[in-house]
T-cell receptor, first 117, second 111 residues
Framework: GAGVSQTPSNKVTEKGKYVELRCDPI?????LYWYRQSLGQGPEFLIY????????DSGLPNDRFFAVRPEGSVSTLKIQRTERGDSAVYLC???????????????FGPGTRLTVL | GNSVTQMEGPVTLSEEAFLTINCTYT??????LFWYVQYPGEGLQLLLK?????DKGSNKGFEATYRKETTSFHLEKGSVQVSDSAVYFC??????????FGKGTRLHILP
């Protein structure tokens, strides 16, 4: 079966522009997570969806970042007025149920490499 | 808050050497612990996990034991191969199921 997919794989944009990053989770997975991985660092949590709702958005760095999952499947991470510091690999993961203290494995997508010039 | 500290790399070993990558954690409660691996050009993959104290996770010859008394989850392998070259991340999950990662340790295995 298909794994988690993310598009685009690479995105180059200019400072101040708006970008959207898409994640297609594994079919049937109710939990979806976004992480950000800066160069030389481990991934950092951004937001967690259970179904259509954001169950935990405590990792979003500021109000320029927003994510949606309107039908409980595909999710879009939206970044307004991009800054050079937003450059990173954005990872998406999904799990079957979520919310059980790590007892459900999270499957990661290949990531979107965002470069803000 | 919850955090993970792992040894800095890069770690360079010869093939068939013994590997240890140290990992310690700080957490409230009893988190699940993980090792993830990122092979060159590939996505992040779960290598092994342990969900409670004294559990041992194992996969592909790698092992790690959940040590509550020392808050550690060190990764070990008895005989590494060139194909084990990758970046390894120690991680824990908090009660809300988000994963907190260490900074990663790059491993190079020389033939």
């Amino acid at each position: 079966g298909a794994g988690v997919s993310q598009t685009p794989s690479n995105k180059v944009t200019e400072k101040g522009k708006y970008v959207e990053l898409r994640c297609d989770p594994i079919s049937g997975h109710t939990a979806l997570y976004w992480y950000r991985q800066s160069l030389g660092q481990g991934p950092e949590f951004l937001i967690y969806f259970q179904g259509t709702g954001a169950a935990d958005d405590s990792g979003l760095p500021n109000d320029r970042f927003f994510a949606v999952r309107p039908e409980g499947s595909v999710s879009t991470l939206k970044i307004q007025r991009t800054e050079r510091g937003d450059s990173a690999v954005y990872l998406c993961a999904s799990s079957l149920l979520g919310g059980i203290e790590g007892r459900n494995e999270q499957f990661f997508g290949p990531g979107t490499r965002l470069t803000v010039l | 808050g919850n955090s993970v500290t792992q040894m800095e790399g890069p770690v360079t070993l010869s093939e068939e050497a013994f590997l240890t990558i140290n990992c310690t954690y700080t957490a409230t409660g009893y988190p699940s612990l993980f090792w993830y691996v990122q092979y060159p050009g590939e996505g992040l993959q779960l290598l092994l996990k342990a969900t409670k104290a004294d559990d041992k996770g194992s996969n592909k010859g790698f092992e790690a034991t959940y040590r509550k008394e020392t808050t550690s989850f060190h990764l070990e392998k008895g005989s590494v191969q060139v194909s084990d070259s990758a970046v390894y991340f120690c991680a824990l999950s908090d009660p809300n199921d988000k994963i907190i990662f260490g900074k990663g340790t790059r491993l190079h295995i020389l033939p």
